[in-house]
């Protein structure tokens, strides 16, 4: 997903309320809390640079993660006054934190603003929309390459990715146990799908292959 919510102000911007727009930088470390579950959710975030996971912890303390974030992608924008999730780095990375009470007034003064408020709303839903497909009608093989696959479309990797997160990121993310996820990786590798170059690289060798497994 490119930034479809907040961009750096131009010179065309005078308003003096447009300063918002270009927000706070903040540099995280690996491993990170930019905010827990259930904090106020008085900010909205962009990243600039790096990778963040955007998780919720489950009554019977298992962990689901809602989403990743690359570069450019916009954050813990919430209907309601807290955070549904928490958000943590995956490696190190810089932030952009913008004043949600800002945001919304700007929006109301902007329409410019409030179309990509709602663009990123909506660019949200469908996200979950996707996500809570695949956990309930693919198959271990199909969600491992609907990650893959993911991951070369967001961040423009044409064969060789990346990987920022683990593979309990990835199993949690998946709804899957790491065990399934690393022998899942064992079996595209043996198939000629993929090579593992190390641990967090992953060589797309058969990307037809993995899009027709996702359908």
């Known amino acids: 997903m490119q930034s479809v919510l907040l961009a750096p102000p131009t010179a065309a ?52 993660i809602e989403a990743f974030h690359f570069a450019g992608e916009t954050f813990g924008l919430e209907v309601g006054e807290t955070h549904r999730v928490s958000a943590q780095t995956l490696t190190p990375a810089v932030v952009r934190v913008m004043p949600r009470h800002a945001l919304e007034d700007l929006s109301i003064e902007r329409g410019d603003v409030a179309r990509r408020l709602l663009a990123l709303a909506t660019d949200n839903l469908r996200r979950s929309q996707d996500h809570a497909l695949m956990l309930g009608r693919r198959s271990a093989c199909e969600r491992l390459a609907a990650l893959l696959l993911d991951l070369a479309e967001r961040t423009g990797a044409e064969a060789l990715l990346d ?53």
């Not at 308003?15 to 990170?32: C, K, T």
């Not at 904090?39 to 963040?52: K, R």
């Not at 065990?179 to 992953?202: D, N, Y």
Request: charge should be neutral.
């Open 13 to 64: 911007i005078r308003q003096p309320a447009a300063s918002v727009i270009d927000g706070l930088r903040l540099s995280h470390g690996r491993d990170e809390t930019i905010f827990d579950q259930d904090d106020p959710a008085e900010h909205v975030y962009q990243v600039i640079s790096g990778c963040v996971r955007t998780c919720r912890l489950l009554r019977d303390g298992r962990r689901q």
């Open 163 to 215: 990987v920022p997160m683990t593979r309990q990121d990835m199993a949690d993310y998946l709804g899957l146990t790491i065990e399934t996820v690393s022998r899942t990786f064992t079996q595209f590798q043996h198939e000629g799908l993929i090579a593992l170059p190390s641990l967090r690289k992953v060589l797309l060798r058969d990307r037809g292959a993995l899009e027709a497994m996702v359908g």
